[in-house]
Every structure is written in structure tokens, then in C-alpha cells.
């Protein structure tokens, strides 16, 4: 299943704790079911997502997956106590703080704490992550360190991760970035990223991996509840009501709403792959099921005859 990545960040503990056993189990099941790229970042659980999905791969063959994490928040020792879940959303103690750095000295740091949280020799993708308001320090610290990182051969490619899609665009013009991973912006729900940013990853030869595809849980279910998140945060009501008319339109076609939203972006020709966060095996199974299953031509031609997609927006076709 190469179009299907698993994101780690619920492994670590995102919003309430899991066992190791649990982490070991889900990885343990999309590797069953065929998957082999997986996401991480040190920011997830302070390390811990790091760590755990270090130890589920360790026995794996190296050359048979690939392996990305982020720079830019150094984990810096902390005596602070509690728990890290109101400050940074992990329910991990608070033995560490995210420090901002996109230095190149960081990046070096960074990398160099990851590989030992990671258990290996060599990282194939790193992504500055959310340089939102540190632009001029990742483009001119970190951008540079991870340019002569690749061209040393010491990591594979490299790109940004963001939240948003104004600021990828830019990396895209101004560096030689080879992917970026797209929160979020381009999903069933929305699609800011169309007009600008993917054609542009088109024309430069960069490769967009699709993350938050159900727009961080509003999407991941067939039934969209009043309880849903959207971007990480109580969805608002119209982001609800907008997700329950794709859910009751992809019910008429004997489709459930998360399987259109894995399957939607990777059908524009910028997007290579969709990574999904998973907290147990029966949630990266069902993803891998949505993944697979065929969906029928019209549901497309329903959601645009009902204004949801917009007529030149691509999407999959058997």
C-alpha cells in the first residue's frame, strides 16, 4: 500500500495515553496491511512517538520503508512537572520543553537526538515543521543544513510541513525543497491549496504528501458527531453541517464519508501519498479498507452537481 503512509502522532500519546503495547500494535498492523511509510516528529509526545515507533520497526528490514521526522522544535530538559497535555496536547509528563529552533546548529541537534529516539542510522525524509513565524530562520538556517545534509547524502530528501498553504508555497519558489507535507489544506472538505500551491509543486517537481485528510478527526467517521475536531479544536458548526452533506451524499452511493476523504486528494497529480494517524490496529486496518475499496464515478458527479466540489477539481478515477 505505498499511497498510504501512518502518521505517529497519535502514538504518542496525542490527546489521552495509550500502552506500548497499543502504539506496538497499530504499527505492528500497517505493516500487515502493506503500509511503508511512516511520519513522525519529535514534537509528538515530547519523543515518545519517536521512540515507540522506533522500537516497533527495529526488527524491520531498513531498506524495506521509509522513515520521516521534523526539525525545528528542540526538546530541551525540564523540571518543570505535570503534564505536557494542556501545554503542547500530548498526555506525556512535561519532562521536556519545545524550544524553537530552526538554526542550522539545531537542525543538526535535532536530527541527531531523533536517530537515537529512532533506534536508526539514517532518516530518509526530514520536514522543517510549522516555521509559521520563524520564515527568515528556516529558510535561511534550516532550509541550508538540511540542503547540505542531502547533498552529503546523510538524509534522502527534504521538505516542509505546515499547517497552512501560503508559506509551502513560497518554499516552493524560493529553495529546492523535495516534498511537502500538507496539512489539512487539501482535503474533501477544502481545498485551499488548488489554485496556487499544487500546481505549482506540479511545475517544480515537488511531491505533496496529503496529511490530516479527515481534517483531524471532523472526516474520520462515518457519521460526523457534535463532538467532531477540526484542526485540532472543536469543529465549528459549519464545518459540521459541510461534513454532513458530503457524509449523507456519499451515503447515497453506498460510501462511507472517511473512505472518500483517504482516497480524494490523491487525485491530483502534485499529491503522491496520504499519511493518516491511527491510536489502535482497527483504525489503520479500516483506513487501509477505505483506502482499497472502489467508489463509484457518480458519487463525484453528485458532489459537484451539489456545489461540494467545484467543477475543474480533480478526483479519482477507477
Known sequence: ?????????TIGNLYRAISDETARATVDAAWEVGIRHFDTAPHY????????????????????????????????PSDQG??????????????????????????KRSLEASLERLGTDRIDTVYIHDPDDHWVEAVEGAYPALAALRDQGVVGTIGVGMNQWEMPAAFVRETDIDQVMLAG?????????????????????VSVVAAAVFNTGLMSRPEVGDDARYDFAQAPKEQVARARALAAVCARHDVVLPQAAIQFPLAHPAVT??????????Q??????????????ALWD?????????????????
Not at 494542556?86 to 519532562?95: E, R
Not at 453528485?302 to 479519482?316: C, E, I, Q, Y
Open 1 to 9: 500500500m505505498g499511497s498510504l503512509g501512518l502518521g505517529a502522532a
Open 302 to 318: 453528485d458532489l459537484r452537481s451539489v456545489g461540494l466540489l467545484g467543477a475543474d477539481t480533480p478526483v479519482p478515477v477507477p
Open 284 to 297: 489503520i486496518t479500516d483506513a487501509a479498507e477505505w483506502m482499497a475499496a472502489p467508489i463509484p464515478p
Open 273 to 282: 501519498s496520504v499519511v493518516v494517524g491511527a491510536r489502535t490496529a482497527e
Open 185 to 205: 489544506r487539501y482535503t474533501l472538505l477544502e481545498q485551499p491549496a488548488l489554485d496556487e500551491l499544487l500546481p505549482l509543486c506540479v511545475e517544480r517537481g
Open 82 to 107: 505535570g503534564s505536557d497535555l494542556a501545554i503542547g496536547g500530548y498526555d506525556v509528563p512535561a519532562d521536556f520543553r519545545r524550544v524553537w529552533d530552526f538554526s542550522a546548529d539545531g537542525v
Open 45 to 76: 509526545g515530547l519523543g515518545l512517538s519517536e521512540r515507540r515507533l522506533g522500537a516497533a520497526l527495529a526488527e524491520r528490514p531498513r531498506d524495506a520503508f521509509v522513515l520521516s521526522t521534523k526539525v525545528g522544535r528542540w526538546l530541551e
